[in-house]
């Protein structure tokens, strides 16, 4: 989150299971809702005990999703088979296929797009060269040009005044 912002995003922090150790002062409030354009959610799909209930939650806030979990390989592989399950940490919990994915953007009127790990639920429709381009860009620091583009500017200046302005009240 806070890389996102010294590029130039308006990310905002927020994690029920966490405590905000390098974000305060950037938590997500339900003011906001209806102004987030997405949710970023890496790393956490797979840790979901009701992930339609998760992901309904998500939907009440952005109707585009971005998220990274590996795909259940078909055949489903045995326990001790795939690292992916964990075991060792028991924190994988819900484990997807390209066709659960598919389906729950369908039941929600959303287009599904993927390449390997990394994943958007939107009502936006991306082509995968359009994905493949943003992903990989990072290697050609295509986020400068996406920068200037925008007309983005790092917030590490503008957190820090609003930090300090809270410190003095």
């Known amino acids: 989150m806070r890389l996102m912002r010294d590029i130039g995003f308006d990310f905002y922090w ?16 339900e003011s906001m809702k209806g102004e987030i354009e997405a949710i970023t959610c890496i790393e956490a799909f797979e ?4 992930p339609i209930e998760e992901i ?5 806030i ?14 489903i592989p045995k326990p001790q088979d795939w690292w992916y399950y964990a075991l060792e940490d028991g924190q994988h ?6 066709k659960t994915l598919n389906f729950i953007a369908q039941k929600y009127g959303l287009k ?9 639920f939107t009502q936006k429709k991306i082509s995968n060269l359009q994905l493949k381009v943003a992903l990989f860009s990072h290697k050609f620091e295509f986020y400068k040009l996406l920068k200037r583009i925008r007309g983005l500017k790092s917030k590490i200046w ?7 302005k809270c410190r003095r009240i």
């Open 14 to 29: 927020y994690d029920k299971y966490t405590q905000n150790l390098s974000a305060r002062g950037f938590e997500y409030d």
């Open 47 to 50: 840790h979901f005990a009701n």
């Open 56 to 60: 309904e939650k998500m939907l009440s």
């Open 62 to 75: 952005s109707k585009n999703i971005i998220f990274t979990t590996e795909l259940l390989p078909n055949p």
């Open 93 to 98: 919990i819900s484990f997807y296929s390209s």
């Open 112 to 120: 599904y797009v993927n390449l390997r790990w990394f994943h958007i």
């Open 158 to 164: 503008e957190d820090f005044e609003s930090m300090r």
